[in-house]
């Protein structure tokens, strides 16, 4: 079996530098992915926001797929934001499913166009003891999540992050606000230490300038 001890983003197409600072922020100096035998010594992948059915089509093209598979049932975990999370899903309602790693159905694009994207504030118990800013920016809906995934937000209608043993699905992007928490509750889910103790990176975000906040319904 690999020795699997770094914690890598998948850097095809989306949110990847963000991801890069948030890990580096922690003290990680993680793998940016773009060939297949990266995920060798991976105990972490980051699956980005960005364009679910680009993000695919790269992962395709570049004949990465089945190798992602592999890695993944050798015991590399992921985490898949927003896009990610659809990659990962095992149902895309109103679409074709990809990966099929996590068993969750999602719905794309629900709420609405990208200028529908919002910030809000809340509390996820597992992952810290303070608030957290999530932005989702034209995201999914977790609809569905079968009996081995643990809902970890529920906002409104919808399920906003949820994990299995293997896998960690968030719809809003931690990678664009200053909280450090869903990072390193990643990294340490994969057994990698974190060895800083910072709890948000030392620069906020630009994405944060542009924060509107919307109430949610808990
Ligand atoms: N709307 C995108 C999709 O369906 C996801 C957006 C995002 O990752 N911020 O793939």
Redesign the pocket.
Known sequence: MAKRDKIGVLDLQ?GVHEHVYHLQALGIEPVRVKVAEQFDDLAGLILP?????CLIRLLNIFEITPKLKAAHADGMKIWGT??GS?LIANEIENDKAHLQLMDISVN??AFGFQLDSFNTKVLVPKVSNDEIDLTF????KITKVGENVEVLLKLDDYIAAAESENCLATVF?PELTPSLAFHKYFVEKCGVTVTSDLTERPDRTSWMKYARYTEVSK
Do not use: D, K, L, Y
């Open positions: 989306g926001g960005g364009e679910s059915t927003c896009a659809i794309r694009n920016i034209r995201a999914p992007h």
